[in-house]
């Protein structure tokens, strides 16, 4: 059953001639699958073409057409833009010193070591601080209802202040429990 190719080709008389025209139908064929590529690739772009001159009429139609907003609400808007959120929207010198404060109570948190005998002394620190941290919010927010007052501008700086005395207050107790656990350890040892 093995049939020779080179035998079968001889004897094939349409394998060995060409038609006379077979150069022109290929090139035809070539450019008609290159032309129905380029429509598809043009047909896109005029879709998205058309998407974006309807968005621009649109938003151009917007803007000529928009109604004018009052300018009650535009007043309100602006005094609502004026809120104190703390001492550094009141004075500059305010920031400092508030800016001041809140780094150093930030530093101290973060040089404190928790262990499992100070966590109950730290819970109740951090208690203490977060009830005044909650004063000190109370506070500004006092500051965005009444007119600014020193009284509430020195109650904001001595609520940093007890923070930062708060914070020191517990560094030293855990420096006493920690002096307390090395000598028993040493006394243990020895």
Do not use: C, W
Request: aromatic share 6%; charged share 30%; net charge negative.
């Amino acid at each position: 059953m093995q049939v020779d190719l080179r035998e079968k080709i001889k004897n094939d008389k349409m394998m060995r001639e060409l038609p006379n025209n077979h150069r022109d139908i290929f090139e035809q064929r070539l450019q008609e699958e290159l032309h129905q590529k380029n429509n598809n690739n043009y047909t896109f772009m005029k879709i998205a073409a058309s998407v974006l001159i309807l968005l621009s009429v649109g938003f151009t139609g917007y803007q000529f057409f928009k109604p004018e907003v009052p300018q009650e609400i535009v007043k309100t808007e602006e005094v609502s833009k004026n809120k104190i959120n703390s001492m550094a929207d009141v004075s500059p010198n305010l920031k400092k010193v508030e800016d001041y404060y809140l780094t150093q109570i930030n530093y101290q948190i973060a040089k404190i070591k928790i262990t499992d005998e100070n966590k109950d002394l730290l819970e109740l620190y951090l208690s203490q601080l977060s009830v005044l941290q909650q004063e000190y919010e109370d506070l500004n927010l006092q500051l965005n209802t009444d007119e600014i007052s020193e009284d509430t501008i020195e109650a904001l700086i001595e609520n940093l202040q007890l923070r930062l005395q708060l914070l020191k207050q517990l560094k030293k107790k855990l420096e006493i429990i920690e002096n307390l656990n090395s000598k028993e350890n040493e006394s243990k040892q020895a």
